[in-house]
């Protein structure tokens, strides 16, 4: 099992996401609010226009309000669904509901830790990590930009839009870079100077 670190996305020119089927799972997903089996959107801790000029404040108040919005939307309408088909012992139903579930999900989560990835610059954003993960950094890619360089190519080895992660193995305590397809160079070069590796920090223990 992993614990994700640091996540962040690919996208078109909607910035819309995809959600992950990995099975490396989130951890330190703290703002995540299901309330009587429902999920919500979570606020943000900082203004949409916050990140500027790094992410456009217009991008961050679509891809919140509206495609993070949509899947908390279609999470519940689906767990709704799987419910009704418990209830009538509808077994067809069920399965089909599943991927929608896996798949939404997997979007709030992916956007939710996203979120708490990012901070502005007057908020730590862009630091660089400090402590035991920056030491992982270092002995595994030789330091913070040469992580960089090998995450960016990774997101832009993905066909449309998609996921990567810095992730920890909990079993041998290295970390690694995972990606999940679901693009563009000037937006990851950008993503970098808001950054919150303070929370990073601390998933990673």
Same mark, same amino acid.
């Given at each position: 099992?992993?614990?994700?670190?640091?996540? %962040?996305?690919?996208?078109?020119?909607?910035?819309?996401?995809?959600?992950?089927?990995?099975?490396?799972?989130?951890?330190?997903?703290?703002?995540?609010?299901?309330? *009587?089996?429902?999920? %919500?959107?979570?606020?943000?801790?900082?203004?949409?226009?916050?990140?500027?000029?790094?992410? =456009?404040?217009?991008?961050?108040?679509?891809?919140?309000?509206?495609?993070?919005?949509?899947?908390?939307?279609?999470?519940?309408?689906?767990?709704?669904?799987?419910?009704?088909?418990?209830? !009538?012992?509808?077994?067809?139903? !069920?399965?089909? /509901?599943?991927?929608?579930?896996?798949?939404?999900?997997?979007?709030?989560?992916?956007?939710?830790?996203?979120?708490?990835?990012?901070?502005?610059?007057?908020?730590?954003?862009?630091?660089?990590? =400090?402590?035991?993960?920056?030491?992982?950094?270092?002995? %595994?890619? @030789?330091? /913070?930009?040469?992580? !960089?360089?090998?995450?960016? %190519?990774?997101?832009? @080895?993905?066909?449309?839009?998609?996921?990567?992660?810095?992730?920890?193995?909990?079993?041998?305590?290295?970390?690694?870079?995972?990606?999940?397809?679901?693009?563009?160079?000037?937006?990851?070069?950008?993503?970098?100077?808001?950054?919150?590796?303070?929370?990073? !920090?601390? *998933?990673?223990?």
């Amino acid at each position: 099992m992993s614990a994700n670190l640091l996540r %962040t996305f690919t996208a078109r020119s909607a910035l819309r996401a995809g959600a992950s089927a990995s099975s490396k799972r989130a951890a330190g997903v703290a703002s995540t609010n299901f309330i *009587r089996g429902k999920a %919500t959107l979570p606020d943000l801790p900082y203004d949409y226009g916050a990140l500027e000029p790094a992410v =456009s404040g217009k991008i961050m108040e679509l891809h919140h309000s509206k495609h993070h919005n949509t899947y908390v939307n279609s999470f519940n309408d689906a767990t709704d669904k799987l419910s009704t088909a418990e209830s !009538q012992s509808d077994i067809a139903a !069920q399965i089909a /509901l599943q991927p929608l579930i896996n798949f939404h999900g997997g979007g709030h989560l992916n956007h939710t830790l996203f979120w708490e990835n990012l901070a502005p610059k007057n908020q730590g954003g862009g630091e660089p990590p =400090s402590g035991a993960l920056a030491k992982a950094i270092d002995e %595994t890619y @030789g330091g /913070l930009e040469a992580m !960089q360089g090998r995450f960016n %190519t990774a997101l832009a @080895g993905i066909q449309g839009s998609g996921w990567a992660w810095l992730v920890k193995d909990n079993t041998t305590g290295q970390i690694g870079i995972k990606t999940y397809a679901n693009r563009k160079a000037e937006y990851f070069k950008a993503i970098w100077e808001v950054v919150n590796w303070k929370t990073a !920090q601390k *998933r990673f223990g």
